[in-house]
Each structure stands twice: as structure tokens, then as C-alpha cells.
């Protein structure tokens, strides 16, 4: 049995009057990697200030080894090291030299102990099988070495507990694949790991245990047996709905159809999307995706095929300069909200043709919006506000979604909207996509996975060498 290196008992912290992390409990043995999965602003980022020394807790009692140490303890000098999203290297240095911070004598011009350095570093790159030259400079490393380049820095100085703050966001899955095989190697010499993130699908590639953090406390741990098997709407309460599968007859209405498209590098596909039918688009790279979401938006880049929407033809440039049916959402809330206007202006973007006369809003209709999107979405902060600075993401996906329902679209398209969404959120859009499809919208989603759609996709279609393949789960 491995022994407890790091525990965590009943940790409070206050930032202002608001209580982030309460009652907080947690445990890490040697040679662990531990994943915590927390919305965003949970608490994570401040956890692991606080181990690092950088933030005083309030309240609650830490060990090391079995030992129990105060916040500033000595033994934990260098002990506990955090790696930030992006590490702090200096591009134009080699990887020794950000490693060692090699400084010349004062005397002499050359590197103190230089070979010593390089062949220490080369050790220990060799050790856990990276395949980098010491000498080679940052600027010339992929991001991934980058990362693993600061992680060595950190055990080479002698860390045994080493944090990772919301690696998942920066890095593609292949990324995180690989970074997990380097992980397991430093494990095995009894290095153990903390790892922050969001993103469920992202944790469980290199995760033993998750911990759930909700509402400042631990809400739950896990051991990850069965990756991709964890539930996130259970985990965080959320209330689950079953999106009622339509039973898709051909003689429904097609709405939007695609016939022997061929565009870049792509062969040719077909599809059909019929009234108020979800349908999901799965391209594990995403490749593909982003190449038909870009030929959707622009058809010039259609090598043949054709397009038709409610059996006409649809030719131009784009599918909007043809019929205002169609609607391309972006749901990067950065985008899609403009901080710096009111509620109201952002309530009608994209709408104007709808409330103006004579090319002016009409302040009777933005005053209604405004009371009809907050009677859908009761929250009386939001009331009159001249500028959106400052929003929760919540705020923010509420002012989108009702942007979406007063729009009024026949077909949406959207590309890979759980990228820019933690688990709480998605949930959120995803309720008013299912609303929406009730409502005889038809929905073409594309994305990167299966799970995060299941609950709420009529019919997959999967990227097959170049070919939509479709396929059907029973859940």
C-alpha cells in the first residue's frame, strides 16, 4: 500500500466576504495522480496557492508525509511546485539553461559546471523516455515538451507533489495522451501529481482518482477504473433531462440537405437534417469539421455538390445571403457577448432587421426584449445595465440562447460547443437546444465526442476517411 504523502483537512478560505473553499478535505499518495474537476472559479487555482505558500488559509490543517506542518513550513521549501497554463520558460535558452538557470562567472566566460548540467538533464530525460536534446533551445520544442520541460525543472529541484493548474485547457487530446505516458513514468519514481481542470474527458486520461470540487467542499471522489464513465451531471447535481428521440420517418420534411459535396482534401458526403432533428456531426480531429463548418459559411470553397434548403438550391456565397433560415452560432461566450454595449443591444444583436423602422431601433421593442429575457431568465441584476463587463458565463450563455430564440432560425449550425463550456453550462445549452428542437428547429452540431451529446443527439454521423459514416447507440 503507497504510502500518504499530502492531506488536506478541513480548509477554509474567504476571498472578500465570499466563502470559496469550505470545510475542503482532501488526500494525495506517493506516486499519485489525482485529478480535482471543478467548474470554473470553484476554488481550484486558490487550493493550490495555498499549498504552494502564495495564499494564507484561513482556517484547516495540512501534512506532509504523515507530519503535520504549518502553511510556511520548511519542509515543504520546494516540495510542492505549481506549474501554471503556460510555463514560465525563456524561449531563446536551451533546455539546460532554463533548467539550471546557468549564470556566467564574473570572472570567466564560460558556463559554471556546464557539462555537469547537460548530462544531468539529459538523465533524467532519458529516464522517463523524452526524446529532447538538452541543447536544443525552447523556441524550437513543441508546447507539449515545453510543459514537460517545466515539470522536469521542477523534480530536478527537488519537488514530490507537483501541481497542474488547468492543463487540460491549453492542450488537444493527443497532447494530453502523451503527457500522461510521461506522468506515469515520474509516478513510478514516486513523484505524485495534482491535476486542476474543467474538461471531465481531458482528466480521465490521466487521472487515478478524481475529486468533484462543488461549493467549496469535496463533493465527491472517484476512482478512475472505466475511463469515460463518469456521469458529470450527476456529480454536480444537475438536473438530467432524456432528450425524447424522434422517430425519424422519411417522409418527414427535409430542411436542409447536402448532396455529394466534395470540399478540400474531403471526399464527397451526403446528408439530411429534417425538421426538428438534432443531428451531430463526430470528427475526432476535427479536421473535417472545421472544413465543412467553413464551407457552410462560405459556399465558394465547394469544390461540387449541392446544397438545398426547404428543396431549393441554395447558391451565393453564403447560406445567410440566401435565406435567413439559417443561423451559424459561435459559442465562444468571449464572441458572442460584446462587454463594452447594454443588455439590450446585446439581446438584438443579429436581430436588427426585426425592431428597426427606417434603419433605427425601436426603444418600445428592445424595452420588451429586455423584459421578456428576463422574465425567461429571472435575474434582476441584469436590469437596465448599460454595458455587460463583468458577467458570470451563466449570464453570458442566457443573453446567447435568447439572442438564438429570437432569431427565430429553421436550421442551426454549430461547431463544437462544449469547447468553450465547463460541465454546468453546457448542461444549460443543452436544455435549450432540446427546447428548440420541440419547437421544429433543426439542430447540425459538430463536435469532437460522443458523450457530451448523447443525451440530446437524434442520429451520428462519424467522419470515415473522408466519408460521413452514419451510426446509431443504444444508451
Known sequence: MRNEILRVSHLYKKIGDTLILNDFSMNLYEGEILGIMGLRDSGKSLLFRILTGDEELDKGTLFFNETKVSQYSSLLTNKIALITKKPLLEKNMTVTDNIFHIRRHRHHQFWIREKSYYLQTKEQLNKISININPNSKVEDLTRIECYMVEIIKKYIMGAKVILLDDFSQE????????????????????????????????????????????????????????????????????????????????????????????????????????????????????????????????????????????????????????????????????????????????????????????????????????????????????????????????????????????????????????????????GMMQQELHELAKAGISILIMAKTVEQNYQLTDRFLFWEEGKLVENSFDF
Open 171 to 426: 492542450f488537444n487530446t493527443n497532447e494530453i495522451a502523451q503527457l500522461y505516458v510521461w506522468l506515469k513514468k515520474l509516478s513510478a519514481l514516486g513523484i505524485s501529481f495534482i491535476l486542476a481542470g474543467y474538461r471531465m474527458d481531458n482528466l480521465q486520461i490521466c487521472s487515478e482518482r478524481i475529486l468533484f470540487l462543488t461549493n467549496g467542499t469535496t463533493g465527491k471522489i472517484i476512482t478512475n477504473v472505466k475511463r469515460k464513465q463518469v456521469d458529470e451531471n450527476l456529480i454536480f447535481q444537475m438536473p438530467t433531462f432524456k432528450h425524447k428521440k424522434n422517430q425519424i420517418k422519411e417522409k418527414e420534411n427535409i430542411v436542409f440537405q447536402a448532396e455529394r459535396v466534395s470540399i478540400e482534401e474531403v471526399g464527397e458526403i451526403s446528408f439530411k437534417l429534417r425538421q426538428g432533428e438534432i443531428v451531430t456531426l463526430v470528427d475526432f480531429s476535427g479536421i473535417n469539421n472545421q472544413r465543412l463548418f467553413e464551407c457552410l459559411m462560405n459556399l465558394e470553397k465547394m469544390k461540387k455538390g449541392k446544397l438545398y434548403h426547404l428543396n431549393q438550391i441554395m447558391n451565393g456565397k453564403r447560406l445567410t445571403d440566401r435565406s435567413e433560415d439559417c443561423l451559424f452560432v459561435d459559442f465562444n461566450l468571449k464572441n458572442s457577448v460584446i462587454e463594452q454595449i447594454s443588455l439590450q443591444d446585446n439581446l438584438c444583436l443579429g436581430n436588427f432587421h426585426k425592431i428597426s423602422t427606417a434603419g433605427f431601433y425601436r426603444q418600445k421593442s428592445m424595452d420588451y426584449i429586455e423584459r421578456d429575457f428576463l422574465n425567461w431568465y429571472p435575474n434582476e441584476e441584469l436590469r437596465g445595465r448599460s454595458d455587460c463587463r463583468h458577467l458570470s458565463e451563466k449570464d453570458k450563455m442566457a443573453i446567447l440562447l435568447y439572442r438564438i430564440r429570437l432569431y427565430k432560425p429553421r436550421v442551426i449550425f454549430c461547431i463544437d460547443p462544449s469547447r468553450y463550456t465547463d460541465a454546468l453550462i453546457y
